[in-house]
């Protein structure tokens, strides 16, 4: 039988090669994100050109409310949730000095605590169910609080103890919890279009990243993953 | 002339051991709790008996306009502030599927967004002066997920994720930031109360990790330490 | 044309499932260890039931000049080395006090020395060539220094840093290194005739890591991992 | 009664400065490193301008039998040890493919198989009398290898996996193992000398190191530390 996925915050660049790439696995995938009609432009090219199917869903993940109403629609539409990416999320690129409160809240409330009202809905149907897989986007930031991003550095170290904590509490009941900590730009096409001369080898191409992110969901249970790094072999680090 | 110090988050236990400590070494120190009636006894205690001086300033440090009104409530009584103990927060105990959201922000709330509010008051005196020093009380749930911990896990690394953030930012500006990981419980009246025959040298004594937090605001400014950790010898880790 | 790889330290194990994996992929594989024997066997089974094919070439590792013979064996059997895979080594299962330095020394020897060159030798063909993959096996001892185990923790250190300082060095030159954190015991032989009931699933799979390892010599050159973790899903960590 | 400490690797820089500091309060010094001359000139100025005394006791330390003789030499001079630091060691600074099989093991050990000789020698008073200190001098090699520093971060990964293993066995029996993470560049004489405009304020002075070398000495048994990194203030990390 066909497997749900949800990508929680889909647009141009990594979500859409996530999106893609499970869906030419197989996968159903629920698509979130707050714009209506490129989701729907993009579950029409997953219904025609792959294997699975797509389901557009516009959510305001930091919204319980709307985050329990697409989670009830994609079991509806395609049946209980296998898999669950959490890649919403950014802000807060600014020192402290500069960052006001809200910019502080925000980055916060889009990356770490729509990742844990999502999580939250996913992973009961995981845990009633088969298992399933909750792999996180996160940063170099995730691990290593960067000057001038006082914001976005708490929000995906946030993220990240989030990921270990559900790791360990979720592992014995089947879920397995990933954080793949990506190391470098992803080349979407705003990138493309501004890369003004730099090679593109420089950056990560999205498609390799959902590579190895469909790994993270095929591993066996006796060797899974909790933690991965991606970044180009060009990037110093 | 004497420093001022703040500690947000002050409590029987380490808060309270912190404040005494500072203050028997010369510096003013503001009191930030909500709890009225507390602060001003050891405001007293600590004008009595110790070489500096006291303030409590009854204050919810994840308020803005609370924050800002408590540290210039300080400015007034001491001056400038030199010294930040980011000592408060707390909450989050439970698993993903116990917490309830309001739970998982609550927790964020107690430990990283007040510790924001805080520092960002604090560090525009120490930049515009002589420089300073900010403490954040870190926890190995900051550094390791705890599983059971989502929300207290969540919000620890986020506070990690601030202080380097911080780090990087305002060390170049003279400003020392710091994190303690205390690994272990820490020997307050009550776990003493309910150590029940619990040998106390597997708690952490907190005029103990109070010495390690002043060996930090005494730290040369060629040789800063941005992280350590803290556990009894006996602890098992 | 097919890669050519080395498994350095093959055995009945996660030895042996690494390279047959890699033959079934399309490898030609150099197996290096001291036992004469069972190299020849495993040789021919691969050679019989693979894509791939196998050469055993029995080699002490922690031996500059056999090491050097056993790559020109190789280069000369199935052209320059793609792979390799530093697997050999282990002892110093000691603490301190009990530890002598021989067997400190030992544990050293045959996890870091011997990585280092077999590493030399391999590298220079990458670089020289289209570039390669240098997977390590580490343990969670690589990452957390175990007590009662002196010498086999340093080691597995050293071998960790050896990893990262040549993926810093190496990346930028076309060759991948990864180091891969196995965290538990590996479903050998001995550790199935010895389970004694313990569920198997509380063991790690070998051919299931080496699907991971797999993943890694596949990964497209601008989304490489350095260094992921693997463990069973029960396994408390 | 007067603490003996042992400082193995005394050198013009952070060597002396620790054993100055650990002299000036109350130690008495056992001096550690193959230069028979400038040891002997220092423990003269030790004896004469400290409170402590110090013994000069050339050693090559990655000489077991020498380093037998010369805690030999410490105890029948000043009592059993209580405090270690391993301060040796250095090397390795090329890239895998420029380093010699010579030059990695080098590394090695004057780093970590002479700091395993000095500890077992040193951790067997600690564990039959009061209890102690063992230091160790790491680096930030230590704990991100570095590229083109392949021997130096092998041999600096091993000290550290060392210093953890022995932290988790030894604590329980009262010896204090710490690790030092020095991110930056000592201002050694000869630092100095070749300073050559560059502001000293970049450097870090190892007065300032040794007063935190000392803090770990003085902490109290319910709140050790097992690691601080120190760097000076104006150091990008």
Redesign the interface.
């Known amino acids: 039988m066909a497997r749900t996925a949800v990508v929680a915050g889909v647009g141009p660049g990594l979500g859409e090669s996530i999106a893609r790439k499970f869906a030419s696995e197989g996968c159903n995938v629920g698509l979130f994100a707050r714009s209506d009609e490129y989701l729907g432009e993009l579950a029409g090219e997953l219904h025609a050109e792959t294997a699975g199917d797509a389901a557009a869903v516009p959510t305001d993940i930091t919204d ?1 409310s709307q985050v329990e109403s697409a989670f009830e629609r994609v079991r509806e539409t395609f049946g209980p949730v296998d898999v669950l990416v959490n890649h919403a999320g950014g802000g807060g690129w600014s ?3 500069e ?1 006001s ?1 809200e910019e ?2 925000d980055a ?1 409330r889009s990356c ?2 729509g990742a ?2 999502c ?2 809905r996913a ?2 149907d995981m ?1 009633d169910g088969d ?1 399933g897989t909750v792999i996180f986007t996160g940063a170099t ?2 691990v ?7 914001g976005f ?20 009941k ?1 879920v ?1 919890v990933a954080h793949a900590v990506i190391d470098g730009q992803i ?1 979407t096409p705003d990138a493309r279009e501004q890369a003004d001369g730099r090679s ?2 420089t ?3 999205p ?3 959902a ?2 992110y469909w ?1 993270l969901v ?20």
């Open positions: 319980e020192g402290l000095r960052s409160a502080f809240e916060w770490a605590y844990f009202l999580s939250k992973v009961s845990v298992g930031s995730a290593r609080g960067r000057g001038g991003a006082a550095s708490s929000a995906k170290f946030a993220v990240r103890g989030l990921a270990e904590s559900m790791a360990r509490e979720l592992g014995p089947g397995h080349l593109e080898d950056f990560l191409d498609d390799a990243i590579e190895s790994h095929e591993q066996d249970r006796t060797a899974w993953t909790l933690e991965l790094d991606l970044r180009p072999a060009v990037e110093e680090f």
